[in-house]
């Protein structure tokens, strides 16, 4: 957990350039330190980024604003869901191997807390509103998922004693939530997903709309800061779509080509980024929200994808973080991109 990489503090990751100019080849000794790949979250303050390696892994990678890896955290069992804390000091960590969430200390990059989730419970996903950390768990895909709830300030801090929302799932459900109250959780992996918004007052859920209108193989969804559109995007779409999250009307659609598998929209809300698993010219497309044409389509290394969830914004909007993977292969490759809004390349 202390381990701080040595060897690999050196690695310099590749920066991801425009369609417009040819792009970047990378190395191997260029990818993180990681066996696989779990989740990606951003601390604007201190200009670092957090990578987990995902539920066969044991660490999350911290990078610096260009890609440079500072510091690996080892001992994080099955490192996968990560959530940034509300005053921003913490990152928590899902251990999907290791029955709990950690909390990493963005100043120190040192683990400062551990709580359990119980025995078998494999927490995996994660998302917060205000003081409390939701998670999606569930080890097996037999309907015997849930979402929890961990309150630091609460006694007991986790609760995995209800099934909050009042709904199951087939495995652990994909969270997603903005302030001031609102969370939304998708199915994965089924022919066809069902997403459910819930509005988080009081310490609990209260369930509002309920709809599959995201199609099947959901991968990724991603909730404006308003939380006033939510963006889904599925494998068996060539677009990424958005709802209005009251009652899950259209509110548009952004064609990205076949399986898109990540989306993220910008933290002031106009612009929102997707990737697709498969390899080819446009890996990663910007839109304007409401736009027709992308302004910007990106390429990762010509025999690499998107990681599914792969695409995070910096909190300033100025740089759009893109992890890919090897077509054939899991290691991970951390790629950046500037001023991903800028239409003149």
Not at 208 to 224: E, H, I, K, M, R
Request: hydrophobic residues 40%.
């Amino acid at each position: 957990m202390r381990n701080t990489g040595g060897a690999v503090a050196a690695l310099v990751l590749s920066a991801v350039v425009a369609l417009a100019a040819p792009a970047a080849r990378a190395t191997d000794h260029d990818r993180l330190p990681l066996p696989g790949y779990g989740d990606i979250v951003v601390d604007q303050a201190r200009q670092r980024v957090f990578v987990s390696g995902g539920p066969t892994s044991n660490g999350v990678v911290v990078t610096d604003f260009r890609g440079r890896v500072t510091k690996r955290i080892d001992g994080q069992s099955g490192a996968t869901g990560l959530a940034l804390s509300a005053d921003g000091k913490s990152v928590y960590v899902a251990l999907a191997a290791g029955d709990a969430i950690s909390v990493l200390s963005t100043e120190t990059l040192t683990e400062t807390a551990r709580y359990s989730t119980g025995p078998q419970t494999c927490p995996t996903h994660l998302a917060r509103t205000g003081g409390a950390v939701w998670f999606g768990y569930g080890c097996e895909a037999d309907w015997q998922a849930k979402i929890g709830k961990l309150d630091p300030a609460a006694t007991p801090p986790v609760d995995t004693g209800k099934p909050y929302g009042g709904a199951t799932y087939q495995r652990a459900p994909l969270l997603a939530s903005a302030e001031p109250g609102t969370l939304v959780a998708g199915q994965l992996s089924l022919s066809l997903s069902t997403v459910r918004v819930f509005s988080a007052n009081g310490g609990d859920l209260t369930a509002g709309t309920t709809g599959d209108v995201v199609g099947a193989s959901l991968n990724d969804l991603a909730l404006s800061a308003d939380a006033a559109t939510l963006y889904s995007a599925s494998g068996s779409r060539d677009h990424v779509e958005a709802f209005a999250p009251d009652d899950l009307s259209r509110r548009g659609a952004y064609r990205t080509g076949p399986r898109p598998d990540a989306v993220a929209v910008s933290p002031d809300g106009g612009h929102v980024a997707a990737g697709v698993a498969t390899s080819g010219e446009d890996d990663v497309v910007v839109y304007q929200v409401g736009g027709t044409l992308p302004v910007k389509a990106i390429q990762v290394e010509r025999t690499e994808v998107v990681a599914t969830r792969g695409v995070a914004w910096s909190g300033d909007g100025k740089r759009l973080f893109v992890v890919s993977q090897p077509a054939d292969g899991t290691q991970p490759r951390l790629n950046v991109v500037t001023d991903p809004t800028d239409d003149r390349d």
